[in-house]
C-alpha cells in the first residue's frame, strides 16, 4: 500500500510518532496511572488532537502471597529481595509485563534459600487473574537444611607457634549448626582480621573450599590463608602538612618503630588525627612489602582543614528578647593544635564575653591545659550583677565520650538584689565528670548524656561566706519509630544542691533558679520558683527539673515536637516535694538545615500563677537539649 504524505496534514510527523509510541509495549511511563493499550489497535481520527482519544487501560494492580515458608527470618529476607513486593506501588500495565516480574524473582528466592542453607529448594509461581487485586502467589518448598560437618582453617606457611586465633564458633560457624553462605563469608573476613591482629598485616584471603554433599545434607568448609610474615611498623612518613608541625602529628601515633602492626593501631591513629579537627581528610596506609627485619613502611597523607572560624547565632525568647552570639576561633596558633576561642554571648538580660585557651596533651596524651576568662553584666528581675573572672584547669579524656576536668577559678563580683548590693571575691575549685553517648551533637536520635558538676567556694574578701554547689543532669534519647515520620523520645532530668550558707548568704547569681527555654518552657526566665513580695524571682539552694518531648520529622527538613517539662527551685537544701512543680507544656516546629535543626516553640503554663504570662515562645538553633 503506497500513502501520499502531500495530503496528510501539516502535523503528520507527530500524529505517526505518537502512534509508534501507542504500540510499543515495551515503553514504560514511571510517572502515570494509565497506560495505552498496545494489545489493541488505537485510533486516530486524522488529527493530533485524536491522540488524547486513545483508550486508555489502568494500572494493574496486585497483591503477593508467600506459602510453605514458616514466619522468621527467612520469610522476612525473601520478602525483602522480592522485586514484586519491592515494585508492588509500581505494578505494570499488561499481564506480560507482570509474568515477567513475578518470574524473574524466582532465581533471586533460590539465591536466597541457598544462603539460608536451604540448598535443594524449590520455588513454583503462580498469577490469579480473577482475584482483585490480581494474586501472586509464590508456593515454596525448602528442602531440608543442610548443617555444617567439618570446619577447617589452613595458614600457608604454617606458623611454628601457635597462633591462639580465635575459635571458628566464636564467628557463628560450628558443626551441626545451619550452614548460611552469608556467615561464611563474615567468618573469613573475621579470621583475616584475626590475623592481622597478631602481626600479619600483609595476610590475604586464600581459595575457599566448600564441599556439599546433597545425600547427607552436610557441609565441609575449608578457609586458606596466605599469612605471610609477622610484620613490624618501620619508618612513618608524613606528607601534606603545611601549617601544622609533623612533630604534633607524630605524638598522635599509636605505635612506635619496631611495634607490631595491627589494624586497631592504624584506625585509632586516624580517628586521632580527625578528633583534632586540623584536617580534612587522613589516610594512613601500609606498605606492601616487607624489609629483611619484617618491618613495613607507613604514609599518612592530612590535607589541613581551615584552622580559624567564625561562628555567629541568634535566637529569640519572649522571656529575654532578641539574643546572639558571635565566636571567633584558631585551632593552630603555634602550629602543635593549641586553640584560642573569644566568644560573646547577649540578650536584653545581658551579655558574656568567653575568652579560652587550650594546650592539648598536656604532660600527657588525651589531656588538656585550659585558660580561660570572662566578662559578664546580668540584668535579671531576680538581680544584677556585674563580674570579672579567670580559670586554671586540667581536662583529661578517660574513655569513649567521657572527660573529667578539674581546676581552680576566681572571680570578682558585685550583686544588685532588691537595692542591697553586696561584693564577693569568690574562689573556687570546679570538678566535672561529663559522658557522652549520644549519637549526633545537636540533633540526637539515641544515647545520652550525664553531667556531674561539683564546686566548693570561699569569699576572700573578709566575708564569713563558703558553700558548696553540685548539679547532676542526665539526658536520654530514644528512637520509637524508623520509618516516616521518623520518633524519638527525647526525657532530661537536672537536680542540684547547695549547702554550707543559708540563702541570702549566696550571691544571687550562684542560686538555682527555674523556668525559661533551657528549664521549664512556658515560664518566664528564672520564674519557675519562689517569688517575693514584686513578683521577683529569689532562687533556691536546690533544684529539681524532669521534661519529656516527643520529635517528629516527617521529611528530610520539616519536623515537628511536643513537649512536657516541669521543675522549681527550692529554698531547702534538697528539693522538698511537697512544694510544687511548676509544669509548662505546648509544641514547636523543626527545620533541619546543614547546620543543625532551627526549632521554634510555644510553651504554655499549665499550673501557672496570675502574674504568668500566658504563653512563651522560643526560637534558636539546636534541640531544646
Known amino acids: 500500500m503506497t500513502i501520499d504524505i502531500s495530503n496528510l496534514p501539516k502535523h503528520w510527523p507527530v500524529i505517526i510518532f505518537g502512534l509508534i509510541l501507542a504500540s510499543c509495549n515495551a515503553l514504560d511511563w514511571p510517572d502515570s496511572n494509565t497506560r495505552s493499550d498496545g494489545d489493541d489497535p488505537a485510533v486516530v481520527d486524522g488529527s493530533a488532537e485524536g491522540l488524547e482519544e486513545q483508550d486508555q487501560v489502568p494500572l494493574l494492580d496486585y497483591k503477593v502471597v508467600f506459602e510453605g515458608l514458616s514466619a522468621g527470618n527467612t520469610k522476612e529476607i525473601l520478602e525483602q529481595i522480592s522485586e514484586s513486593r519491592r515494585l508492588i506501588e509500581q505494578p505494570p500495565s499488561s499481564l506480560s509485563r507482570l509474568r515477567r516480574r513475578a518470574e524473574g524473582d524466582v532465581p533471586r528466592l533460590l539465591q536466597g534459600l541457598r544462603a539460608r542453607g536451604h540448598y535443594r529448594a524449590s520455588v513454583d509461581v503462580d498469577i490469579d487473574q480473577t482475584t482483585s487485586p490480581i494474586t501472586i502467589t509464590y508456593r515454596f518448598d525448602q528442602g531440608p537444611a543442610y548443617r555444617y ?33 552469608l556467615d561464611i563469608v563474615n567468618a573469613e573476613a573475621m579470621l583475616l582480621e584475626a590475623l592481622k591482629d597478631r602481626g600479619f598485616a600483609v595476610a590475604e584471603i586464600g581459595e575457599r573450599d566448600v564441599v556439599v554433599d546433597h545425600d547427607t545434607q552436610k557441609m565441609d568448609v575449608t578457609f586458606r590463608f596466605k599469612i605471610g610474615p609477622r610484620v613490624a611498623f618501620g619508618a612513618t612518613t608524613i606528607v601534606g602538612n603545611e601549617e601544622v608541625e609533623a612533630r604534633f602529628i607524630r605524638r598522635l601515633l599509636e605505635w612506635k618503630q619496631g611495634k607490631r602492626v ?10 586521632n588525627l580527625i578528633e583534632t579537627g586540623l584536617f580534612s581528610s587522613v589516610q594512613v596506609t601500609l606498605g606492601d612489602t616487607p624489609d629483611a627485619d619484617n618491618r613495613v613502611p607507613v604514609r599518612i597523607e592530612v590535607k589541613e582543614a581551615k584552622h580559624r572560624s567564625i561562628e555567629a547565632g541568634v535566637r529569640y525568647r519572649t522571656d529575654e528578647g532578641i539574643g546572639g552570639s558571635l565566636g571567633w576561633e584558631h585551632r593552630n596558633l603555634l602550629g602543635t593544635g593549641e586553640q584560642l576561642g573569644i566568644e560573646l554571648d547577649g540578650s536584653e ?10 594546650e592539648p596533651d598536656f604532660l600527657r596524651r588525651r589531656q588538656a591545659l585550659v585558660i580561660g576568662s570572662e566578662v559578664a553584666i546580668e540584668n535579671t528581675d531576680a538581680f544584677r550583677s556585674r563580674s570579672i573572672g579567670a580559670s586554671l584547669g586540667i581536662e583529661r579524656s578517660v574513655g569513649k565520650g567521657m572527660e573529667l576536668a578539674a581546676g581552680g577559678k576566681f572571680r570578682a563580683l558585685r550583686v544588685d538584689q532588691d537595692g542591697d548590693v553586696d561584693k564577693f571575691g569568690l574562689l573556687s575549685f570546679p570538678a566535672t565528670y561529663r559522658w557522652d553517648h549520644s549519637n549526633d551533637l545537636l540533633n540526637p536520635s539515641r544515647g545520652g548524656r550525664l553531667s556531674i558538676e561539683n564546686e566548693p567556694f570561699v569569699d576572700v574578701t573578709g566575708r564569713d561566706v563558703a558553700f558548696n554547689k553540685t548539679t547532676i543532669g542526665y539526658s536520654r534519647y530514644v528512637r520509637l519509630k524508623r520509618t516516616n515520620p521518623q520518633l524519638i523520645l527525647a526525657a532530661r532530668t537536672r537536680a542540684g544542691f547547695l549547702f554550707g550558707a543559708e540563702r541570702n548568704n549566696v550571691p544571687a547569681d550562684e542560686r538555682f533558679f527555674a523556668g525559661g527555654g533551657g528549664s521549664v518552657r512556658g515560664f518566664g526566665f528564672q520564674l519557675a520558683g519562689e517569688l517575693d513580695e ?26 515537628a515536637a511536643v513537649f512536657v517539662d516541669s521543675g522549681t527551685a527550692f529554698k531547702s537544701v534538697a528539693p522538698d ?16 538545615s546543614p547546620i543543625g535543626p532551627i526549632r521554634l516553640d510555644v510553651g504554655v503554663p499549665i499550673n501557672g500563677r496570675d502574674n504568668d504570662d500566658n504563653f512563651q515562645i522560643y526560637v534558636s538553633i539546636g534541640q531544646a537539649f
Open 262 to 271: 595491627t589494624p586497631e593501631r592504624l584506625r585509632t591513629t586516624q580517628l
Open 534 to 559: 514584686g513578683d521577683d524571682p529569689i532562687g533556691g539552694r536546690s533544684l529539681f527539673e524532669l521534661a519529656g518531648e516527643i520529635r517528629g520529622q516527617f521529611t528530610e527538613s520539616l519536623g
Open 149 to 181: 560437618q567439618t570446619i577447617k582453617v589452613e595458614l600457608d606457611p604454617q606458623p611454628k607457634a601457635d597462633l591462639d586465633l580465635p575459635p571458628v564458633r566464636r564467628f557463628g560457624i560450628k558443626a551441626g549448626e545451619r550452614a548460611r553462605s
Open 577 to 592: 516535694f511537697d512544694e510544687p512543680l511548676r509544669i509548662g507544656a505546648g509544641a514547636g516546629l523543626r527545620y533541619f
Open 349 to 358: 538580660l545581658g551579655w558574656h564575653l568567653k575568652g579560652e585557651a587550650r
